[in-house]
């Protein structure tokens, strides 16, 4: 929508402007959970290559720390066989899910979202529908998804992650990612809505401009018609006007 003068289309403008700017928020707060998950990765790892230096058996006793305790200290991975390989693909796969919530909200924007959600088959999050048959529930199948990351991210212990300094509050910055992610749900379905309504608005409007254009040059052509009409029947009143005379005339000659 361009910028309007100040009139009928002035907060309409506004409003669809700040439901874009919303979209930074959105994208903002996915991005913030990518880094919570990135951290809980690396240090899962880390921690358990500088602790561990043993075959991960499932027996309890072989992780050491507390044995009434089901995972491994300051990490969350479970205390069974494998534990440390299934939390490594887990976060991964977090990971990933926070690519596909992510593309999925810019892909009305940029075509490489809609790439991405292609490249994972997840083609449900978004909708190609012309403007007059477009449903907006692949908007709350978007919601879902990010629900079930705030949920798998708010389940995750965020204590003692690096970097881990009085200053930063790594586990406070966590807690304030996930539930700026869970706030942003709702404000982000009635943003996506009046963006992709405006975008598919798009071939309207042009529909609409190119009809504007066509009854201006009608109007340009009657006109036009108008005047030439008007010329000619000058041109003709003149003609006749000339010969009444000249009529006279010879008659007052003749006679």
């Known amino acids: ?11 309409p403008w506004a409003w669809y402007k700040l439901c874009q700017l919303w979209i930074i928020v959105a994208v903002g707060s996915l991005v913030m959970v990518m880094v919570v998950w990135i951290m809980i990765f690396i240090e899962n790892t880390h921690c358990f290559q500088t602790t561990m ?3 991960m058996g499932n027996t309890e006793a072989r992780y050491g720390g507390d044995i009434n305790s089901g995972y491994v ?5 479970p205390k069974h066989l494998g534990g440390v390989v299934f939390t490594a693909i887990f976060d991964l796969a977090m990971l990933m899910f926070c690519a596909i919530a992510l593309a999925s ?30 449903k907006y529930l692949f908007l709350i199948a978007n919601a879902f998804l990010k629900l079930f990351i705030v ?8 204590y003692g992650l690096n970097p881990n ?38 071939p309207f409007n042009e529909a609409q401009k190119a009809m504007k254009k066509d009854l201006e040059a009608q109007k340009a052509a009657a006109a036009e018609y108008k005047k030439e009409r008007d010329a000619l029947k000058k041109a003709a ?3 006749a006007e000339k010969a009444a005379k000249k009529a006279t005339k010879e008659n007052k000659v003749g006679s």
Request: a negative charge; aromatic letters at 16%.
């Open 105 to 134: 909200e810019v892909y009305w924007k940029y075509a490489m979202g809609r790439q991405v959600l292609q490249m994972y088959y997840s083609d449900g999050l978004y909708d190609d529908a012309k403007f007059e048959k477009l």
């Open 73 to 77: 200290d300051l990490t969350n991975i």
């Open 151 to 158: 949920a798998a991210t708010g389940s995750e212990s965020w």
């Open 165 to 202: 300094e009085a200053s930063l509050r790594t586990d406070t910055f966590c807690l304030y990612a996930t539930f700026i992610l869970l706030g942003s749900i709702p404000f982000t379905i009635i943003a996506q809505m009046f963006n992709i309504m405006e975008l598919r608005r798009g």
């Open 1 to 11: 929508m361009p910028t309007p003068s100040i009139g009928r289309e002035t907060f």
């Open 237 to 239: 009143e003149k003609a």
């Open 53 to 55: 230096h043993h075959y």
